[in-house]
């Protein structure tokens, strides 16, 4: 056994040095492959969640309520709306999805609340309601229940998804996202292009 460096053969020396360089080299390695996977995996995260986004973007396009479903979407479809100055809609659609999990005790105060924002004649948001569902609901938030916007909301989402939801369809922002998504395709790699388009045809059948 080697005791010391001094009294060392030069064959337990050249031992010695040949398995520092064997751990130098595998120590490199280990960190090389660990390199390797952090970047894989991020690319994998990236792929991702382009996929998700262009797999959203198609189901957005197919219904009104995958927009609604999405809390991207919504958020996409309130930039819409603010451009046509009508986000008081969906404003008043998520309050009343809020609404419906107030406390008791705290009902009536927040009824009117909304009632006074959205709802009345000159509210400061005024949403577009026909007479008979204004009135209704005015009567509905004298005694309060955690439904009595169920009219009211119904409508607004009617008319969201007639009205305005035609236009996102074929507005910049949708335009926008389905070009950067399709750029996307053609830049990647034919295995990279080949998940994408498998994300789509999948989020086409859902």
């Not at 064997?22 to 995260?45: A, C, T």
């Not at 991207?72 to 609404?99: I, T, Y």
């Not at 009595?148 to 909301?153: G, P, R, S, V």
Request: with cysteine.
């Amino acid at each position: 056994m080697c005791k010391g460096l001094a009294t060392l053969p030069a064959t337990c020396l050249k031992s010695a040095k040949d398995i520092k360089h064997k751990i130098s080299f595998l120590l490199h390695k280990q960190e090389s492959q660990e390199v390797d996977q952090k970047q894989r995996k991020e690319k994998n995260e990236e792929a991702a969640e382009r996929v998700t986004t262009a797999a959203e973007v198609e189901k957005w396009k197919a219904s009104f309520s995958n927009v609604m479903k999405s809390e991207l979407g919504r958020a996409v479809f309130v930039s819409f709306l603010r451009s046509e100055f009508s986000q008081e809609n969906m404003q008043f659609w998520l309050a009343c999805e809020d609404f419906k999990n107030t406390p008791a005790c705290q009902l009536e105060k927040k009824a009117k609340s909304i009632y006074e924002q959205y709802v009345a004649q000159d509210a400061p948001n005024e949403v577009n309601l026909e007479g008979v569902t204004r009135e209704e609901t005015r009567q509905n938030v004298m005694t309060a229940s955690p439904r009595c916007f169920d009219e009211a909301q119904r409508r607004i989402y009617l008319l969201m998804e007639k009205d305005s939801y035609r236009r996102f369809l074929h507005s910049k922002w949708i335009l926008d996202l389905s070009q950067a998504n399709a750029s996307v395709v053609r830049k990647k790699p034919k295995s990279d292009c080949a998940a994408v388009a498998t994300g789509q045809e999948l989020a086409g059948g859902a």
